[in-house]
């Protein structure tokens, strides 16, 4: 019993210890005057990473895409939003179902902030008995919003099967989430729910779709530069 015990209380004191280890959110330097990349970070298989989220400034408020890694960073992330453009986050949008993507949509719906999902994410969160999105991503329709424009596309399965992009016209940005491997990346990641058959195919259309883009932002690791999308195309190559 008294082994139990410790055995316990060391385990909660490890997980509180890795729990601290993960990084707050950094808020990168603009990439326009109104378009923001946001990094979070977590640990898979014992390893750090970073992922890359965008947010949009708009006449009538914040637009989140994809939430932080971490629940407890929710609340700070909009704070310090609020505080650095006066506005509060009045939407947010999810790529995909994964925790550092759709997270806990519970949190922002109860605080009355729209959000938005694909039928095949909410289907997704659902069987995993995870709050759904208060809106159906129209795909393929502009959105509007206080002077700013974007449009959520998908274009195949590839990292997940229910991966979309998020395209800024008034930009030439792509946001490709966890469809777009990084140029750093060594690998493709978790692929536990991939469809590893059908992702070159979908990258093809993305390449032709988008191609006068002057960044595509990957989901994870280093965003910089270009290269991502020839890269992810190497790696799926490799499988």
Known sequence: MKKSIQFFIVSILLSSFAHAQIRDFVIEPPIKPNLYIYKT??????????????????????????VPWQKTQYQSLMDTIKKRHNLPVI???????HADRA??????????????ATLK????????????????IKIGKPYRIGGEEFIVDFLGEGHTVDNVVVWFPK?????GGCLVKSNAAV????????????????????????SQATLIIPGHDEWKGGGHVEHTLELLNKK
């Open 41 to 66: 970070f977590g640990v898979f298989g014992g390893k750090e990473y970073s992922t890359n989220a965008v947010y949009l400034i708009t006449k009538k408020g914040v637009v989140l895409f994809d």
């Open 171 to 175: 930009y030439n940005i792509l946001d």
């Open 187 to 210: 690998d493709l990641g978790y692929t536990g729910e991939a469809n590893v058959k059908q992702w070159p195919q979908t990258m093809a259309k993305l390449k032709t779709r988008y």
């Open 91 to 97: 939407a947010v949008f999810a790529t995909h179902s």
């Open 121 to 136: 994410t909410n289907e997704l969160l659902k069987k995993e008995g995870k709050a759904t999105s208060s809106e159906i």
């Open 103 to 116: 997270g806990d949509l519970s949190f922002y719906n109860k605080k009355g902030i729209k959000t938005y």
